[in-house]
RNA sequence: GGCCCCGUGGUGUAGCGGUUUAACAUACUGGCCUGUCAAGCCAGAGAUCGCCGGUUCAAAUCCGGUCGGGGUCGCCA
C-alpha cells in the first residue's frame, strides 16, 4: 500500500490515526527546529510537521527537501495547538506529526511557480512544461470540469437510450468548407485519408442504419487558422436522431444543459427557458447570429429618420442601399472625448467607415424635460436641426446622460461592427454579470447563402440541412428566400451548437446539390456514400453538434480555449511540448512514396 | 495574407536616449531560527534587455527588418 489515505481529505476525524500520504512538496517552512512541509495530492494540500524531538535523521531529511520533490510521509494526524488552526485550509484544523519520510523522486526547481497561479506566466512556457502547468489548480480545476460535463453528458445521454458509437478517424477527403489534414496511405501510393472535419456523413449512416439515437464525444480536425475560441483539433458532442423534428431536439439540448449547470456549476445563473430568436431577429436585434444576451443594449435602425437628413453620409448610404442603425448607451454621455476617440477606432478597425456618436448631456442651463440644442454634443449635431435630433433620441430612447452611436454602411459590415461594438461597451461598463450563462437558441436560418466572390450559392450550415417545408418549391427558383430547418445554441456571444434536421429524400438533396452547383461526379465523389444511403429507407432525422471544449470555456470562466484542453497547440498550430509538427525520417517517406520539394523552395513558399 | 499588442536574471514586472556597475519582488544557494502557513532575518549567485542591422559621441530605450507569442480580419460547409 502506497498511501492510506489523500491529503485532502484528512480531518478532525482521523485525529491519533497513523496514516501514510503521498505527494508533491507544495511549500517548505523550516524553522530550523520545526518544520512544515504542504504536503499537495490530486485531492488536496495538508501540512505535515517534521519536529526534531521524532529523531535527527528524519529531521534532516526534512532539511533537505525542496519544492516538488515527491515524497512518502508516514505520521500520526493531530488536532493543530489552539491559535495554529488555519481557516484559508480546507485540512487546516488538523497536521500530519512526521513520523517517516521516503524521497520518491527530486525536482529540478521548475522554470515557473506551481504554488502560485495568481501570476500569469507566459503561455509559451506554460506550454513548453503543460506536465507543470497542469499541477497548477486553474488547468487541474479546468481538467476536472471537463471529465464532469463529459461524464455527466454521458451518463444523460445513455440513460435517455443514446449509443455512443465511434466513427473513423481516417475517412476520406471530402474538399469543402474547412481544410481537411491529410495522412498519405502507404498501400495506396498517391492516395490518401483525412481527418474528418465532423462525423456528418458518418452520423448519418448510423441514422440509415437504423441506430435512432446515437452520441459521440468526438475529435473534429480543421486545417485553418486558429483563434481564442478554436483549435486545430476540438471535441464536439455529436448528436443525432431519427423520428424526430427540430423541437426534439431543442428541447432535448435544453434540458441537458440546464442540468449540466444547475448540477455541476451552480454558482452560475441561466436564463430558463432558453430564449429562441430567429436569424432575422437576432441579425436586426444584436447585429449577429451569435449575440450575447446578458445585457440589451439592442441595435436601432435610424434609416428612415436619417432618409428626412441632408447629411451626406446618411444620403450616400440610403443611395447605395445601406442602412444606418445604432444603439443607445445608458450613461455613456460622461465617457471622456478620448474613450469615444478609442471606441471610434475600435469599430472602423470592425469594417466601420466610421463612428457616429450622439451625447445627451444633462446640462444645468436646461432643467425642463425637452431636450435643447445644448443638449447635444455629437460630430454630426451642425448637419442636423433640434428636430432631427430630437427624434433620433426619441427613436433610441435615449435620456439626458446617455450616449447614442450609429454606424452608417452596408448592411454586412454596419451589423458586423456594432455587434462587434455592442460586445465592448458591454464588456467595458460591465453590463454583463459574470456568473450568468445567457444560452439561447438561433432558429430559421436562410438555407444558402450567396458567395459573391464565386458568384453561386453557398450552404449556410451544410448541403444535407432540409429546407422548411413550405419553402420547398422556392429551393431552386428563389434560393435566397429559403428557410431551413436549421439552428444554433449561443452562449455570452459564443456559438455553441449548430445543428439541423437533414434531407432524407433522396430527390430533394439532389435538388440542393444542383442549387449548390455540384456536378453528379463531385456529388458522386463527395457524397455518393450518404446520397446513395438515402435510396435505401433513410429515416426522417437531425441532429446537432455542440462544441465542448467552449462550453468548458465558459463554465470554468476562462478566456481561451487552450486553458481548457490537457495539450493544445499555439496560434500558428504548434505544439511546443512536441515540438511538432516536426520532420519524418526519409525512411517514412520512402515507405508512403513522398518525394520533398528542395528544403530552400519549401522555405520560399 | 492584412492590422493591433507583447518580448529585460528562473518567474512576474520597472526602466523608454546619458551617475544604470540594468532596478524591484519572488524563486534559487548558504547561514541563523521550535508554531509557521506568501514564515522571518542575514549573506550570495544570477539578465550584454528575442535576434540582425541602422541612427547617434552614446541605444534595453529611437528607426527598419526578422523570429517567437497573443488578439483580430480574411478563413473556419
Not at 448510423?206 to 475529435?219: C, D, S, T, W
Request: aromatic residues 8%.
Amino acid at each position: 500500500m502506497f498511501r492510506s489515505i489523500e491529503c485532502g481529505e484528512i480531518n478532525l476525524q482521523h485525529i491519533n490515526e497513523s496514516v501514510t500520504i503521498a505527494g508533491w512538496v507544495h511549500r517548505r517552512r523550516d524553522h530550523g527546529g520545526l518544520i512544515f512541509i504542504d504536503l499537495r495530492d490530486s485531492k488536496g494540500i495538508v501540512q505535515v510537521v517534521i519536529n526534531p524531538e521524532n529523531g535527527t535523521n528524519l529531521h534532516s531529511t526534512g532539511e533537505s527537501l525542496r519544492n516538488e520533490w515527491v515524497v512518502q510521509i508516514t505520521g500520526t494526524v493531530q488536532a493543530r495547538p489552539s491559535g495554529t488552526i488555519n481557516p484559508e485550509m480546507v485540512t487546516g484544523e488538523i497536521e500530519i506529526d512526521a513520523k517517516n519520510i521516503t524521497i520518491l523522486n527530486q525536482s529540478e526547481t521548475t522554470p515557473f511557480y506551481i504554488n502560485d497561479d495568481k501570476i500569469e506566466i507566459d503561455e509559451l512556457l506554460r506550454l513548453k512544461y503543460r506536465y507543470l502547468d497542469i499541477r497548477r489548480p486553474k488547468m487541474k480545476n479546468a481538467l476536472k470540469a471537463r471529465h464532469k460535463v463529459v461524464k455527466f453528458i454521458r451518463d444523460y445521454l445513455s440513460d435517455q437510450g443514446f449509443l455512443e458509437i465511434e466513427t473513423p478517424i481516417l475517412i476520406k477527403s471530402t474538399p469543402e468548407g474547412a481544410r481537411d489534414y491529410l495522412v498519405p496511405s502507404r498501400l495506396y501510393p498517391g492516395n490518401f485519408y483525412a481527418l474528418p472535419q465532423s462525423p456528418q456523413q458518418l452520423k448519418q449512416l448510423l441514422m440509415v442504419g437504423g441506430i435512432e439515437k446515437y452520441f459521440q464525444i468526438a475529435r473534429c480536425f480543421r486545417d485553418e487558422d486558429l483563434r481564442a475560441d478554436r483549435q486545430p483539433e476540438h471535441t464536439q458532442l455529436d448528436i443525432e436522431m431519427s423520428f424526430i423534428d427540430q423541437e426534439d431536439i431543442l428541447n432535448l439540448i435544453e434540458d441537458l444543459y440546464i442540468n449540466i449547470v444547475e448540477q455541476l456549476f451552480p454558482n452560475k445563473n441561466i436564463l430558463n427557458p432558453f430564449p429562441r430568436l430567429t436569424y432575422e431577429e437576432s441579425m436586426s436585434k444584436y447585429g449577429t447570429d451569435k449575440p450575447d444576451l446578458r445585457f440589451d443594449l439592442s441595435l436601432i435602425d435610424f434609416s428612415e429618420i436619417a432618409s428626412k437628413t441632408e447629411l451626406k453620409v446618411f444620403k450616400s448610404t440610403l443611395e447605395q442601399n445601406g442602412i444606418i442603425k445604432g444603439f443607445t448607451v445608458p450613461g455613456g454621455a460622461s465617457l471622456s472625448r478620448k474613450k469615444i476617440d478609442s471606441l471610434t477606432e475600435f469599430t472602423i478597425s470592425k469594417g466601420a467607415k466610421g463612428l457616429i456618436t450622439i451625447a445627451i448631456i444633462d446640462n444645468e442651463t436646461n432643467n425642463s424635460t425637452d431636450l435643447e440644442m445644448s443638449n447635444f454634443k455629437s460630430n454630426i449635431s451642425k448637419f442636423l436641426t433640434l428636430e432631427q435630433l430630437v427624434n433620433i433620441s426619441n427613436r433610441a430612447n435615449a435620456q439626458k446622460g446617455d450616449l447614442i452611436v450609429m454606424v452608417a454602411g452596408t448592411k454586412k459590415t454596419t451589423n458586423a461592427s456594432l455587434s462587434a461594438l455592442r460586445n465592448k461597451i458591454g464588456t467595458e461598463l460591465s453590463l454583463a454579470d459574470p456568473n450568468m450563462l445567457a444560452f439561447a437558441f438561433v432558429v430559421d436560418f436562410p438555407l444558402f447563402d450567396f458567395n459573391e466572390d464565386e458568384n453561386r450559392w453557398d450552404a449556410t450550415h451544410h448541403p444535407f440541412t432540409m429546407p422548411k417545408e413550405e419553402f420547398q418549391d422556392s429551393i431552386e427558383n428563389d434560393p435566397g428566400s429559403v428557410i431551413a430547418n436549421c439552428y444554433d445554441l449561443v452562449c455570452n456571444g459564443e456559438e455553441l451548437a449548430s445543428g439541423s434536421i437533414r434531407n432524407h429524400n433522396f430527390e430533394l438533396q439532389s435538388k440542393i446539390f444542383n442549387v449548390l452547383g455540384y456536378s453528379d461526379d463531385q456529388i458522386d465523389l463527395r457524397f455518393g456514400q450518404l446520397v446513395n444511403a438515402l435510396k435505401y429507407g433513410a429515416p426522417p432525422h437531425g441532429g446537432i453538434a455542440p462544441g465542448i471544449d467552449r462550453l468548458l470555456m465558459l463554465l470554468t470562466d476562462s478566456n481561451n480555449i487552450r486553458d481548457v484542453i490537457a495539450f493544445p497547440k499555439t496560434q500558428n498550430g504548434i505544439d511546443p511540448l512536441f515540438e511538432s509538427p516536426g520532420p519524418v525520417d526519409t525512411e517514412q517517406l520512402d515507405e508512403l512514396n513522398i518525394i520533398l520539394k528542395d528544403t530552400q523552395e519549401l522555405k520560399e513558399n
